[in-house]
């Protein structure tokens, strides 16, 4: 499971494997081995930057619990935790519970009534099914067979059944137990996170959700500086490479040629349509850059082999990065880590 902050540093998440054109677009081509650019100076385009005058609003450091679940939520489902089968107790509000059913209207089986035996699972409060189907669930027991009586409404997908009154006979197979204890923490996470029990697991993502606030914050008063010079035009026209490469690629994957995959597939009409319509993501993806390069420049900023493997430990699942060298080349994903490293400083420094 990753925490992705920035649409910036997505763009090395979403392509590994493609089918860039090396011939034609080298990610690497503007950064030297150390992940700077090789030809602009970014400390003369951006000025001295006194990044201490940020302010951090404290609102960006409140987490909500639903914020928490909804990420551990995430997790779960890339890390899938054992379930356990419980048939000893009462079904409550918010258990996810196996059934089977077969319904009727005036004793007839209709056409998607039934589960034909395989069993499908509800949580009871999350799942939409009609009427109060669901809610007839709490207090049965697994084993239990029963009717539950429901009424279609009037506006009801299948026009046959709009408005009838149905019987579905029930049987309750088991109630689906979720296990999250300290074992799975320790299994799943310790090698990437550190995280050992749950209560770790649990503190950890909401640090994490409280760094990608500030971190998302911190790229927008980015953008919003001035400049001390205007951004070159060759950090622009790299930034439109990307994008063709990436649009390239989905091309070469369709078999189609790069202007027709634009206009069937990315809505626009022609190349400079889309570059016209990407251009402000484009100079806003050169500026965070020059300015993330300008403060790593003035902190000496370096990137190491241990800085690498730990990046892409937490947001890809593994510390071996030599696909991805493979692909964009040492000098680029160094700047994506570079910059990575300058949101991590300024975020220890004013928080």
């Known amino acids: 499971m990753k925490f992705k902050f920035l649409v910036i540093l997505s763009l090395l998440l979403v392509g590994c494997g493609s089918n860039t054109n090396s011939k034609e677009f080298s990610y690497s081509d503007i950064y030297n081995e150390q992940g700077y650019f090789k030809d602009v100076e970014a400390s003369e385009v951006a000025g001295t930057i006194d990044y201490t005058s940020f302010e951090i609003d404290p609102d960006l450091l409140e987490v909500t619990e639903s914020e928490i679940e909804s990420t551990l939520s995430s997790f779960y489902q890339y890390y899938t935790p054992e379930v356990k089968k419980i048939t000893d107790r009462k079904i409550v509000d918010g258990d996810t519970v196996n059934i089977d059913f077969v319904g009727s209207v005036d004793g007839v089986e209709f056409e998607g009534g039934s589960t034909e035996g395989e069993g499908t699972s509800i949580t009871i409060g ?68 550190g995280w050992t029990t749950v209560s770790e697991m649990r503190a950890g993502v909401e ?17 919003e500086m001035e400049l001390a010079k205007d951004l070159p035009t060759s950090l622009i026209t790299y930034q439109q490479n990307i994008a063709l490469s990436f649009y390239q690629s989905y091309a070469d994957s369709y078999e189609m040629e790069l202007e027709d995959f634009l206009t069937s597939y990315a809505g626009y009409e022609s190349i400079d349509a889309m570059h ?55 000098p680029y994903i160094n700047h994506i880590v570079l910059c990575e490293m300058v949101l991590d400083h300024l975020y220890n420094t004013l928080v």
């Open 276 to 330: 016209e319509a990407e251009s402000e993501t484009n100079i806003a993806n050169a500026k965070f850059s020059t300015i993330a390069l300008a403060i790593a420049a003035q902190e000496n900023m370096a990137v190491t082999t241990d800085d690498l493997e730990v990046y892409f430990a937490k947001q890809m699942g593994s510390s071996d990065y030599s696909e991805y060298e493979e692909t964009y080349g040492l």
């Open 207 to 223: 640090a994490e959700l409280r760094l990608s606030n500030v971190k998302n914050y911190l790229y927008e008063v980015m953008l």
């Open 126 to 193: 999350l799942t939409t099914y009609i009427d109060d189907f669901l809610d007839q669930l709490i207090g049965h027991t697994p084993g239990d067979e029963m009717n539950i009586n429901v009424t279609f409404p009037d506006d009801y997908s299948q026009e046959d059944l709009q408005g009838k009154d149905a019987v579905f006979v029930t049987q309750i197979n088991y109630i689906e137990e979720t296990i999250i204890d300290d074992a799975y923490v320790k299994d799943n996470f310790e090698s990437v996170y």
